[in-house]
Nanobody
């Protein structure tokens, strides 16, 4: 059974930083590109970032480019997202997911997604 468990969220002031983690199990993590997706209060799902299976390539939404960094540790089956220079508009629930064209263009929450981790940026 595919399982993704996100952690690392919290309350942070504007300009602050957080590091999110996503622990994966139930599939061959090292064979899959992975994505981060977020959902702000009252809004739809928004693709944030992706990384390919061997970390040789990564991609970012324009809204987070230059501030967020995606990485992974295939030995630990874990995906990370470093959030720097946070803004109030980054407030959202953050999810990890297997990457796909659908996840990037029009993400839909799948059954295997985790509960997410809440990031709140507020002074």
């Amino acid at each position: 059974e595919v399982q993704l468990v996100e952690s690392g969220g919290g309350l942070v002031q504007p300009g602050g930083s957080l590091r999110l983690s996503c622990a994966a199990s139930g599939f061959t993590f090292s064979s899959y590109s992975m994505s981060w997706v977020r959902q702000a209060p009252g809004k739809g799902l928004e693709w944030v970032s992706a990384i390919n299976s061997d970390s040789s390539s990564s991609w970012y939404a324009d809204s987070v480019k230059g501030r967020f960094t995606v990485s992974r540790d295939n030995a630990k089956n874990t995906l990370y997202l470093q959030l720097n220079r946070l803004k109030t508009e980054d407030t959202a629930m953050y999810y990890c997911a297997k990457d796909s064209p659908t996840v990037r263009i029009s993400p839909v929450r799948e059954n295997y997604w985790g509960q997410g981790t809440q990031v709140t940026v507020s002074s």
